[in-house]
Protein backbone atom coordinates (compact mmCIF):
# COMPACT_ATOMS: atom_id res chain seq x y z
CA UNK A 1 0.00 0.00 0.00
CA UNK A 2 1.48 3.32 -1.01
CA UNK A 3 2.22 5.13 2.42
CA UNK A 4 1.62 8.83 0.53
CA UNK A 5 -1.95 8.19 -0.26
CA UNK A 6 -3.23 10.01 2.79
CA UNK A 7 -5.89 11.61 3.13
CA UNK A 8 -7.68 13.62 6.12
CA UNK A 9 -11.49 14.92 5.65
CA UNK A 10 -11.46 17.79 8.25
CA UNK A 11 -11.91 21.16 9.62
CA UNK A 12 -9.34 23.29 10.82
CA UNK A 13 -11.13 24.22 13.78
CA UNK A 14 -12.20 21.00 14.50
CA UNK A 15 -9.73 20.11 17.89
CA UNK A 16 -10.23 16.37 17.56
CA UNK A 17 -9.36 16.98 13.42
CA UNK A 18 -6.21 19.26 14.61
CA UNK A 19 -5.16 15.24 16.98
CA UNK A 20 -4.69 14.01 13.93
CA UNK A 21 -2.74 16.38 11.89
CA UNK A 22 -0.34 16.50 15.16
CA UNK A 23 -0.06 12.86 14.58
CA UNK A 24 0.83 12.67 10.54
CA UNK A 25 3.44 15.55 11.74
CA UNK A 26 4.93 13.67 14.04
CA UNK A 27 5.49 10.70 11.72
CA UNK A 28 6.32 12.94 9.13
CA UNK A 29 3.52 12.16 6.81
CA UNK A 30 2.05 14.19 4.11
CA UNK A 31 -1.11 13.96 3.54
CA UNK A 32 -4.23 15.75 1.44
CA UNK A 33 -6.14 17.79 3.73
CA UNK A 34 -9.67 18.07 2.36
CA UNK A 35 -11.93 20.33 4.43
CA UNK A 36 -15.08 19.95 5.04
CA UNK A 37 -18.94 21.47 5.69
CA UNK A 38 -20.72 19.62 8.26
CA UNK A 39 -23.91 21.69 7.58
CA UNK A 40 -23.63 20.32 4.16
CA UNK A 41 -21.46 17.11 4.62
CA UNK A 42 -20.32 15.54 1.38
CA UNK A 43 -20.75 12.64 -0.44
CA UNK A 44 -17.00 11.21 0.72
CA UNK A 45 -18.02 11.85 4.12
CA UNK A 46 -21.01 10.35 4.17
CA UNK A 47 -19.40 7.30 2.45
CA UNK A 48 -16.54 7.19 4.26
CA UNK A 49 -18.50 7.49 7.50
CA UNK A 50 -21.66 6.01 6.91
CA UNK A 51 -21.98 5.30 10.88
CA UNK A 52 -21.21 8.41 12.44
CA UNK A 53 -21.08 10.96 9.65
CA UNK A 54 -18.12 13.03 11.19
CA UNK A 55 -14.82 14.26 11.30
CA UNK A 56 -11.82 13.41 11.09
CA UNK A 57 -12.16 10.87 8.69
CA UNK A 58 -8.21 9.51 7.61
CA UNK A 59 -8.31 7.96 3.91
CA UNK A 60 -5.40 5.71 3.85
CA UNK A 61 -5.14 4.29 0.33
CA UNK A 62 -9.43 3.23 -0.22
CA UNK A 63 -9.41 2.48 3.80
CA UNK A 64 -11.52 5.05 6.08
CA UNK A 65 -10.26 5.17 9.33
CA UNK A 66 -12.89 7.39 11.81
CA UNK A 67 -13.09 8.60 15.57
CA UNK A 68 -9.76 10.71 16.38
CA UNK A 69 -8.24 8.59 19.31
CA UNK A 70 -8.88 5.74 16.60
CA UNK A 71 -6.98 6.92 13.98
CA UNK A 72 -3.72 8.20 15.81
CA UNK A 73 -3.35 5.24 17.55
CA UNK A 74 -3.40 3.47 13.64
CA UNK A 75 -1.19 5.83 12.57
CA UNK A 76 1.28 4.84 15.83
CA UNK A 77 0.47 1.30 14.79
CA UNK A 78 1.35 1.60 10.71
CA UNK A 79 4.08 3.87 10.82
CA UNK A 80 5.60 1.76 13.80
CA UNK A 81 9.27 3.29 13.07
CA UNK A 82 8.64 7.13 13.63
CA UNK A 83 8.79 8.48 16.91
CA UNK A 84 6.46 6.17 19.04
CA UNK A 85 3.06 8.18 20.16
CA UNK A 86 2.05 5.64 22.57
CA UNK A 87 3.65 4.73 25.71
CA UNK A 88 5.55 1.39 25.36
CA UNK A 89 4.96 -0.07 28.32
CA UNK A 90 1.52 -1.53 28.91
CA UNK A 91 0.76 -0.20 32.05
CA UNK A 92 1.51 3.33 31.01
CA UNK A 93 -0.28 2.55 27.93
CA UNK A 94 -3.85 2.32 29.82
CA UNK A 95 -3.15 5.11 31.92
CA UNK A 96 -2.98 7.15 28.77
CA UNK A 97 -6.06 5.56 27.28
CA UNK A 98 -8.18 6.14 30.72
CA UNK A 99 -7.11 10.00 30.72
CA UNK A 100 -7.89 9.91 26.83
CA UNK A 101 -11.45 8.49 27.36
CA UNK A 102 -12.02 10.84 30.00
CA UNK A 103 -10.79 14.21 28.24
CA UNK A 104 -13.34 12.93 25.92
CA UNK A 105 -16.26 11.49 27.84
CA UNK A 106 -16.35 13.94 30.82
CA UNK A 107 -14.18 16.87 30.61
CA UNK A 108 -14.67 18.73 26.64
CA UNK A 109 -18.68 17.76 27.34
CA UNK A 110 -18.85 20.23 30.12
CA UNK A 111 -17.80 22.75 27.19
CA UNK A 112 -20.47 21.66 24.81
CA UNK A 113 -22.86 22.21 27.93
CA UNK A 114 -21.56 25.81 28.56
CA UNK A 115 -22.86 26.35 24.56
CA UNK A 116 -26.72 25.67 26.21
CA UNK A 117 -25.94 26.76 29.82
CA UNK A 118 -28.50 29.67 30.19
CA UNK A 119 -27.84 31.21 33.32
CA UNK A 120 -25.14 32.45 35.21
CA UNK A 121 -25.49 29.92 38.29
CA UNK A 122 -24.79 26.96 36.05
CA UNK A 123 -22.23 28.47 33.80
CA UNK A 124 -20.21 29.20 37.00
CA UNK A 125 -20.95 25.40 38.20
CA UNK A 126 -19.54 24.25 34.89
CA UNK A 127 -16.67 26.45 35.32
CA UNK A 128 -15.90 25.03 38.17
CA UNK A 129 -15.54 21.36 36.90
CA UNK A 130 -13.73 22.62 34.15
CA UNK A 131 -11.24 23.83 36.42
CA UNK A 132 -11.22 20.42 38.91
CA UNK A 133 -10.59 18.52 35.45
CA UNK A 134 -7.65 20.78 34.56
CA UNK A 135 -6.15 19.68 38.60
CA UNK A 136 -6.06 16.37 37.98
CA UNK A 137 -4.29 17.04 34.62
CA UNK A 138 -1.85 18.76 36.91
CA UNK A 139 -1.22 15.48 38.95
CA UNK A 140 -1.56 13.41 35.97
CA UNK A 141 1.00 15.24 34.33
CA UNK A 142 3.47 15.64 37.26
CA UNK A 143 3.17 12.00 37.11
CA UNK A 144 3.45 10.68 33.78
CA UNK A 145 6.03 13.03 32.71
CA UNK A 146 8.73 12.01 35.14
CA UNK A 147 10.21 15.28 35.69
CA UNK A 148 10.67 15.59 31.55
CA UNK A 149 8.82 18.17 29.16
CA UNK A 150 5.66 16.27 28.04
CA UNK A 151 2.61 13.97 29.00
CA UNK A 152 4.51 11.05 26.42
CA UNK A 153 7.74 11.95 28.56
CA UNK A 154 11.29 13.17 26.68
CA UNK A 155 8.76 13.48 23.52
CA UNK A 156 4.92 14.24 22.62
CA UNK A 157 2.54 11.43 23.37
CA UNK A 158 -0.90 10.64 23.31
CA UNK A 159 -1.89 12.49 26.13
CA UNK A 160 -0.48 15.54 24.76
CA UNK A 161 -1.70 15.39 21.73
CA UNK A 162 -5.54 14.41 23.32
CA UNK A 163 -5.57 17.31 25.26
CA UNK A 164 -3.00 19.92 23.55
CA UNK A 165 -5.71 19.86 21.07
CA UNK A 166 -8.11 21.92 23.00
CA UNK A 167 -5.78 24.95 24.07
CA UNK A 168 -6.91 26.77 21.60
CA UNK A 169 -10.62 26.42 22.43
CA UNK A 170 -9.75 27.21 26.03
CA UNK A 171 -7.73 30.18 25.48
CA UNK A 172 -11.03 31.33 23.28
CA UNK A 173 -13.88 29.84 26.17
CA UNK A 174 -11.49 31.99 28.61
CA UNK A 175 -12.09 35.39 27.11
CA UNK A 176 -15.69 34.49 26.51
CA UNK A 177 -15.85 33.86 30.34
CA UNK A 178 -13.05 35.94 31.55
CA UNK A 179 -11.66 33.19 33.19
CA UNK A 180 -8.00 32.09 33.23
CA UNK A 181 -8.37 28.62 32.50
CA UNK A 182 -4.18 28.33 32.82
CA UNK A 183 -3.31 29.45 36.08
CA UNK A 184 0.22 29.77 36.84
CA UNK A 185 -0.47 29.66 40.46
CA UNK A 186 -2.58 26.76 40.09
CA UNK A 187 -1.61 24.50 37.71
CA UNK A 188 2.02 25.33 37.10
CA UNK A 189 2.87 22.10 35.27
CA UNK A 190 0.44 22.66 32.87
CA UNK A 191 1.28 26.13 32.33
CA UNK A 192 4.50 25.12 31.11
CA UNK A 193 3.81 22.13 29.53
CA UNK A 194 1.25 24.15 27.46
CA UNK A 195 3.96 26.70 25.86
CA UNK A 196 6.32 24.14 25.40
CA UNK A 197 3.46 21.98 23.72
CA UNK A 198 2.38 24.61 21.48
CA UNK A 199 5.79 26.17 19.95
CA UNK A 200 6.32 22.30 19.43
CA UNK A 201 7.24 22.53 15.51
CA UNK A 202 5.09 19.32 14.83
CA UNK A 203 2.03 21.33 16.53
CA UNK A 204 2.91 24.91 15.67
CA UNK A 205 0.50 26.44 13.23
CA UNK A 206 -2.13 23.59 13.44
CA UNK A 207 -4.38 24.72 16.03
CA UNK A 208 -6.06 28.17 14.19
CA UNK A 209 -5.18 31.43 16.22
CA UNK A 210 -7.80 32.63 19.29
CA UNK A 211 -9.04 34.90 17.27
CA UNK A 212 -10.37 32.32 14.78
CA UNK A 213 -11.46 30.50 17.35
CA UNK A 214 -13.38 33.09 19.15
CA UNK A 215 -15.01 34.25 16.11
CA UNK A 216 -16.10 30.88 15.29
CA UNK A 217 -17.30 30.72 19.16
CA UNK A 218 -19.64 33.31 18.66
CA UNK A 219 -21.32 31.66 15.68
CA UNK A 220 -22.09 28.66 17.95
CA UNK A 221 -23.60 30.49 20.49
CA UNK A 222 -25.55 32.78 18.60
CA UNK A 223 -26.76 29.07 17.16
CA UNK A 224 -27.87 27.76 20.06
CA UNK A 225 -29.41 30.54 21.56
CA UNK A 226 -31.60 30.70 18.20
CA UNK A 227 -32.22 26.65 18.58
CA UNK A 228 -33.06 27.42 22.12
CA UNK A 229 -35.48 29.86 21.58
CA UNK A 230 -37.44 27.90 18.95
CA UNK B 1 4.47 -15.78 35.97
CA UNK B 2 1.74 -13.87 35.69
CA UNK B 3 2.14 -11.83 38.89
CA UNK B 4 -0.52 -11.32 41.36
CA UNK B 5 -4.21 -10.42 39.51
CA UNK B 6 -6.96 -9.37 40.82
CA UNK B 7 -10.42 -8.92 39.35
CA UNK B 8 -12.38 -6.20 40.98
CA UNK B 9 -16.43 -7.42 40.08
CA UNK B 10 -19.91 -7.41 40.08
CA UNK B 11 -21.73 -11.13 38.81
CA UNK B 12 -23.79 -9.37 36.63
CA UNK B 13 -22.06 -6.98 35.08
CA UNK B 14 -21.09 -7.01 31.41
CA UNK B 15 -18.47 -5.39 31.63
CA UNK B 16 -16.92 -7.21 33.99
CA UNK B 17 -18.10 -10.48 32.07
CA UNK B 18 -15.36 -8.84 29.29
CA UNK B 19 -12.44 -9.48 31.33
CA UNK B 20 -13.63 -12.88 32.77
CA UNK B 21 -13.91 -13.89 29.37
CA UNK B 22 -10.36 -12.38 28.27
CA UNK B 23 -8.51 -14.17 31.66
CA UNK B 24 -9.95 -17.30 30.61
CA UNK B 25 -8.96 -16.98 26.96
CA UNK B 26 -5.36 -16.76 27.96
CA UNK B 27 -4.78 -19.21 31.00
CA UNK B 28 -4.06 -16.27 33.67
CA UNK B 29 -4.93 -17.40 37.02
CA UNK B 30 -6.47 -14.37 39.13
CA UNK B 31 -8.47 -13.49 42.37
CA UNK B 32 -12.21 -12.79 41.74
CA UNK B 33 -13.24 -10.30 44.30
CA UNK B 34 -17.38 -9.45 44.27
CA UNK B 35 -18.45 -6.02 44.80
CA UNK B 36 -21.92 -6.32 46.37
CA UNK B 37 -23.72 -3.83 44.25
CA UNK B 38 -25.04 -1.15 44.39
CA UNK B 39 -23.35 -0.84 47.33
CA UNK B 40 -19.62 -0.17 46.61
CA UNK B 41 -16.34 -0.91 49.35
CA UNK B 42 -13.75 1.27 50.24
CA UNK B 43 -11.30 -0.46 47.98
CA UNK B 44 -13.24 -0.25 45.04
CA UNK B 45 -13.02 4.00 45.79
CA UNK B 46 -9.65 3.80 46.48
CA UNK B 47 -9.05 1.23 42.96
CA UNK B 48 -10.95 3.77 40.98
CA UNK B 49 -11.79 6.96 42.60
CA UNK B 50 -12.62 8.35 39.16
CA UNK B 51 -15.45 6.84 37.86
CA UNK B 52 -15.92 4.89 41.37
CA UNK B 53 -17.43 1.70 39.27
CA UNK B 54 -16.12 -1.90 38.18
CA UNK B 55 -14.80 -3.90 36.98
CA UNK B 56 -10.81 -2.65 38.32
CA UNK B 57 -8.16 -5.44 37.04
CA UNK B 58 -5.41 -4.96 40.04
CA UNK B 59 -2.06 -6.21 38.17
CA UNK B 60 0.52 -6.37 40.59
CA UNK B 61 -0.92 -3.93 43.11
CA UNK B 62 -1.70 -1.17 40.08
CA UNK B 63 -5.37 -0.75 38.98
CA UNK B 64 -6.82 -0.56 35.59
CA UNK B 65 -10.69 0.68 35.13
CA UNK B 66 -12.23 0.39 32.17
CA UNK B 67 -13.36 -2.32 30.49
CA UNK B 68 -12.09 -2.10 26.73
CA UNK B 69 -9.11 -0.23 27.83
CA UNK B 70 -8.08 -3.43 30.70
CA UNK B 71 -9.40 -5.38 27.72
CA UNK B 72 -6.64 -4.55 25.94
CA UNK B 73 -4.01 -4.32 28.63
CA UNK B 74 -4.77 -8.03 28.72
CA UNK B 75 -4.45 -8.43 25.70
CA UNK B 76 -0.44 -6.73 25.43
CA UNK B 77 0.41 -8.30 28.71
CA UNK B 78 -0.46 -12.10 27.64
CA UNK B 79 0.09 -11.14 24.14
CA UNK B 80 1.42 -15.54 23.49
CA UNK B 81 -1.56 -17.26 23.83
CA UNK B 82 -5.16 -16.41 21.69
CA UNK B 83 -4.96 -12.74 20.80
CA UNK B 84 -7.89 -10.87 21.00
CA UNK B 85 -6.63 -8.11 18.71
CA UNK B 86 -5.67 -8.58 15.12
CA UNK B 87 -2.43 -7.80 14.37
CA UNK B 88 -3.35 -5.36 11.25
CA UNK B 89 -3.33 -1.84 12.14
CA UNK B 90 -6.67 -1.24 9.76
CA UNK B 91 -7.81 -4.23 11.38
CA UNK B 92 -7.54 -3.31 15.07
CA UNK B 93 -9.32 -0.11 14.24
CA UNK B 94 -11.98 -1.73 12.88
CA UNK B 95 -12.24 -3.91 16.14
CA UNK B 96 -11.74 -0.63 18.45
CA UNK B 97 -14.70 1.21 16.37
CA UNK B 98 -16.89 -1.65 16.97
CA UNK B 99 -16.07 -2.11 20.77
CA UNK B 100 -17.08 1.59 20.70
CA UNK B 101 -20.02 1.12 19.29
CA UNK B 102 -21.13 -1.79 21.46
CA UNK B 103 -20.92 0.49 24.03
CA UNK B 104 -22.40 3.75 22.68
CA UNK B 105 -24.94 2.16 21.35
CA UNK B 106 -25.80 -1.23 22.94
CA UNK B 107 -25.13 -0.69 26.48
CA UNK B 108 -26.98 3.04 26.78
CA UNK B 109 -29.56 1.66 24.63
CA UNK B 110 -29.84 -1.51 26.69
CA UNK B 111 -29.61 0.46 29.57
CA UNK B 112 -33.07 2.34 28.66
CA UNK B 113 -35.00 -0.45 27.98
CA UNK B 114 -34.96 -1.38 31.58
CA UNK B 115 -35.16 2.47 33.57
CA UNK B 116 -37.24 3.95 31.03
CA UNK B 117 -41.16 3.98 30.71
CA UNK B 118 -43.67 5.05 27.54
CA UNK B 119 -42.14 6.69 24.72
CA UNK B 120 -38.83 6.67 25.82
CA UNK B 121 -38.56 3.09 26.54
CA UNK B 122 -40.61 2.23 22.91
CA UNK B 123 -37.93 4.46 21.20
CA UNK B 124 -35.07 2.96 22.83
CA UNK B 125 -36.20 -0.70 21.88
CA UNK B 126 -36.25 0.23 18.64
CA UNK B 127 -33.13 1.70 18.17
CA UNK B 128 -31.82 -1.09 20.18
CA UNK B 129 -32.62 -3.56 17.64
CA UNK B 130 -31.53 -1.26 15.40
CA UNK B 131 -28.22 -1.22 16.40
CA UNK B 132 -28.30 -5.03 16.94
CA UNK B 133 -28.85 -4.93 12.91
CA UNK B 134 -26.22 -2.77 12.37
CA UNK B 135 -24.05 -5.27 14.08
CA UNK B 136 -25.46 -8.29 12.28
CA UNK B 137 -24.29 -6.08 8.87
CA UNK B 138 -20.83 -5.89 10.29
CA UNK B 139 -20.93 -10.03 10.92
CA UNK B 140 -21.72 -11.03 7.77
CA UNK B 141 -20.97 -14.25 6.96
CA UNK B 142 -18.30 -14.81 9.50
CA UNK B 143 -18.40 -16.98 12.02
CA UNK B 144 -17.13 -14.09 14.61
CA UNK B 145 -16.40 -10.59 14.31
CA UNK B 146 -12.79 -11.07 14.52
CA UNK B 147 -13.55 -13.20 10.92
CA UNK B 148 -12.60 -17.00 11.86
CA UNK B 149 -11.23 -16.76 14.79
CA UNK B 150 -13.09 -14.92 18.17
CA UNK B 151 -12.01 -11.69 18.85
CA UNK B 152 -11.88 -8.31 20.85
CA UNK B 153 -15.53 -7.31 19.53
CA UNK B 154 -16.80 -10.59 19.83
CA UNK B 155 -15.62 -10.10 23.73
CA UNK B 156 -16.80 -6.71 24.06
CA UNK B 157 -19.91 -7.70 22.90
CA UNK B 158 -21.38 -11.07 24.25
CA UNK B 159 -21.65 -10.28 27.31
CA UNK B 160 -24.82 -8.47 26.48
CA UNK B 161 -26.62 -11.62 25.45
CA UNK B 162 -26.98 -12.02 29.02
CA UNK B 163 -28.62 -9.45 29.69
CA UNK B 164 -31.19 -10.22 26.93
CA UNK B 165 -33.70 -11.95 29.02
CA UNK B 166 -33.51 -9.28 31.40
CA UNK B 167 -34.51 -6.38 28.61
CA UNK B 168 -37.56 -8.73 26.83
CA UNK B 169 -39.12 -8.77 30.49
CA UNK B 170 -38.94 -5.27 31.38
CA UNK B 171 -39.65 -4.11 27.79
CA UNK B 172 -41.83 -6.34 26.96
CA UNK B 173 -40.59 -7.68 23.77
CA UNK B 174 -38.56 -10.49 21.72
CA UNK B 175 -35.29 -9.43 20.37
CA UNK B 176 -34.21 -13.24 19.08
CA UNK B 177 -37.22 -13.17 16.76
CA UNK B 178 -36.40 -9.94 15.22
CA UNK B 179 -31.99 -10.59 15.18
CA UNK B 180 -32.01 -14.29 14.03
CA UNK B 181 -28.14 -14.18 12.87
CA UNK B 182 -27.21 -12.54 15.92
CA UNK B 183 -28.63 -14.72 18.43
CA UNK B 184 -27.15 -17.44 16.16
CA UNK B 185 -23.65 -16.33 16.94
CA UNK B 186 -24.72 -15.59 20.43
CA UNK B 187 -24.86 -19.27 20.70
CA UNK B 188 -21.66 -20.08 18.72
CA UNK B 189 -19.79 -17.50 21.29
CA UNK B 190 -21.20 -19.45 24.13
CA UNK B 191 -19.49 -22.95 23.28
CA UNK B 192 -16.18 -21.68 24.32
CA UNK B 193 -15.46 -22.91 27.50
CA UNK B 194 -14.61 -19.19 27.95
CA UNK B 195 -17.34 -17.41 27.88
CA UNK B 196 -19.62 -19.70 29.24
CA UNK B 197 -18.12 -19.89 32.67
CA UNK B 198 -17.98 -15.93 32.29
CA UNK B 199 -21.45 -14.88 31.60
CA UNK B 200 -24.06 -14.92 34.45
CA UNK B 201 -27.18 -16.76 34.48
CA UNK B 202 -30.11 -14.63 32.61
CA UNK B 203 -32.19 -15.04 35.53
CA UNK B 204 -29.56 -13.64 38.06
CA UNK B 205 -28.93 -10.71 35.93
CA UNK B 206 -32.78 -9.76 35.76
CA UNK B 207 -32.89 -10.61 39.57
CA UNK B 208 -29.90 -7.98 39.67
CA UNK B 209 -32.01 -5.49 37.34
CA UNK B 210 -35.18 -5.44 39.95
CA UNK B 211 -32.73 -4.50 42.54
CA UNK B 212 -31.26 -1.44 40.88
CA UNK B 213 -34.92 -0.48 39.61
CA UNK B 214 -35.70 -0.34 43.04
CA UNK B 215 -32.45 1.84 44.18
CA UNK B 216 -32.63 4.19 41.02
CA UNK B 217 -36.47 4.29 41.88
CA UNK B 218 -37.79 3.31 38.81
CA UNK B 219 -40.92 1.32 38.82
Request: hydrophobic share 40%; net charge negative; glycine share 4%.
Given at each position: MPTNDVKLLGAPASQYVNRV???????????????????????????????????????????????????????????????????????????????????????????????????????????????????????VFVKASKGKCFFGGETIGFLDIVLGCYLGWLKAWGIQLDVNFLDESKTPALVGWAERFSSDKAIHGIIPETEELFRILQIILARAADAASK | MDGEVILLDAYASMFGMRLRIALAEKGVKYEYREENLPKKSPFLFQMNPIHKKVPVLIHNGKPIC????????????WHDKNPLLPSDPYKRAQARLWADFVDQKVHILGRKIWSAKGE???????????????????????????????????????????????YETCGNFKIGTQCPKFVAWAKRCMQRESVSKSLADPEKVYDFVLILKKHFGVE
Open positions: QFALNLKSIDYEFIPQNMREKSELLLKSNPVHKNIPVLLHGDKPICDSLVIVQYIDEFWFDGPSILPSDPYDRAIARFWAAYIDDKWIPFFKELTTAKDEESKTALVEKILEGLKLFED | ESLIALQYIDEVEQEAAKKEFIEALKVLEGELGEKPYFGGEEFGYVDVALIPFYSWFHA
